[in-house]
């Protein structure tokens, strides 16, 4: 069956301050609209993000976070991926209450941005939304990846900081999201990810694994930085 295809790429230089210095960020967004089956109309909005120098840390991030992938590789191989996930009974057209043939669409966004980067560390903001038009609502997740350089590796939550007393973020949380009711699990801590910033720590927990979805993805925003651990300290300290 022949599939309708429309392809966008804009790929744009942008500079990117790091420790004082003007660093080159390769940053790219790529817009397409598929239809699958004749039938299924797939949106993508994918936008990636890599150093531009030096090449040894290029291929570093690519190992991490693009499946050893090039970005244009990446946007093709998340496109795919998201493709695999639709069934088959979603190709088939839904007779609407007027009698008319309608047929389900999708819409995915994958979002990778750079925060911060230095010969030490890379901070990576990942977000993902999507969303069938037959479904209730959409699905979110953000996600903060901090890269050691040195160590070629993804730091992991406990590489970072120190777990800090359920009570105290389950205060917290229920004083900032007005939540009263009971949360899906007993433990609060760990979270899902961190951000480390120049000022503060946040704490983010995604829909589902504290709080029901209609709560969002939970944050929170702490300037005590007495819980990281010495490498927690070392990527605050360098980030201005």
Same mark, same amino acid.
């Given at each position: 069956?022949?599939?309708?295809?429309?392809?966008?790429?804009?790929?744009?230089?942008? %500079?990117?301050?790091?420790?004082?210095?003007?660093?080159?960020?390769?940053?790219?967004?790529?817009?397409?609209?598929?239809?699958?089956?004749?039938?299924?109309?797939?949106?993508?909005?994918?936008?990636?993000?890599?150093?531009?120098?030096?090449?040894?840390?290029?291929?570093?991030?690519?190992?991490?976070?693009?499946?050893?992938?090039?970005?244009?590789?990446?946007?093709?191989?998340?496109?795919?991926?998201?493709?695999?996930?639709?069934?088959?009974?979603?190709?088939? !057209?839904?007779?609407?209450?007027?009698?008319?043939?309608?047929?389900?669409?999708?819409?995915?966004?994958?979002?990778?941005?750079?925060?911060?980067?230095?010969?030490?560390?890379?901070?990576?903001?990942?977000?993902?939304?999507?969303?069938?038009?037959?479904?209730?609502?959409?699905?979110?997740?953000?996600?903060?990846?901090?890269?050691?350089?040195?160590?070629?590796?993804?730091?992991?939550?406990?590489?970072?900081?120190?777990? %800090?007393?359920?009570?105290?973020?389950?205060?917290?949380?229920?004083?900032?999201?007005?939540?009263?009711?009971?949360?899906?699990?007993?433990?609060?801590?760990?979270?899902?990810?961190?951000?480390?910033?120049?000022?503060?720590?946040?704490?983010?927990?995604?829909?589902?694994?504290?709080? !029901?979805?209609?709560?969002?993805?939970?944050?929170?925003?702490?300037?005590?930085?007495?819980?990281?651990? !010495?490498?927690?300290?070392?990527?605050?300290?360098?980030?201005?």
């Amino acid at each position: 069956m022949k599939i309708r295809y429309f392809f966008v790429l804009l790929s744009i230089f942008v %500079l990117f301050s790091a420790c004082g210095k003007k660093e080159d960020i390769i940053s790219v967004r790529y817009k397409e609209e598929k239809t699958l089956n004749g039938t299924f109309k797939a949106k993508f909005e994918i936008s990636l993000e890599n150093v531009a120098r030096p090449q040894k840390t290029a291929k570093l991030l690519e190992k991490l976070i693009y499946q050893g992938k090039s970005i244009d590789e990446y946007a093709v191989f998340a496109q795919d991926n998201f493709i695999k996930t639709i069934k088959n009974e979603d190709y088939l !057209p839904i007779i609407g209450q007027d009698g008319k043939e309608y047929f389900n669409q999708s819409y995915f966004n994958e979002i990778y941005k750079i925060l911060f980067h230095d010969d030490s560390y890379i901070i990576i903001e990942y977000n993902k939304y999507y969303t069938f038009s037959y479904a209730a609502h959409g699905n979110i997740l953000t996600q903060y990846f901090i890269i050691d350089i040195a160590q070629g590796r993804i730091l992991d939550i406990d590489d970072i900081a120190a777990p %800090l007393p359920d009570d105290f973020l389950a205060g917290m949380i229920r004083t900032n999201y007005n939540i009263t009711g009971n949360f899906q699990r007993e433990n609060i801590w760990p979270p899902d990810t961190i951000n480390i910033k120049h000022d503060s720590i946040e704490l983010f927990w995604n829909v589902y694994t504290i709080t !029901p979805y209609a709560y969002g993805i939970i944050g929170v925003s702490l300037q005590d930085d007495s819980f990281l651990t !010495p490498k927690g300290k070392d990527v605050k300290a360098k980030i201005r």
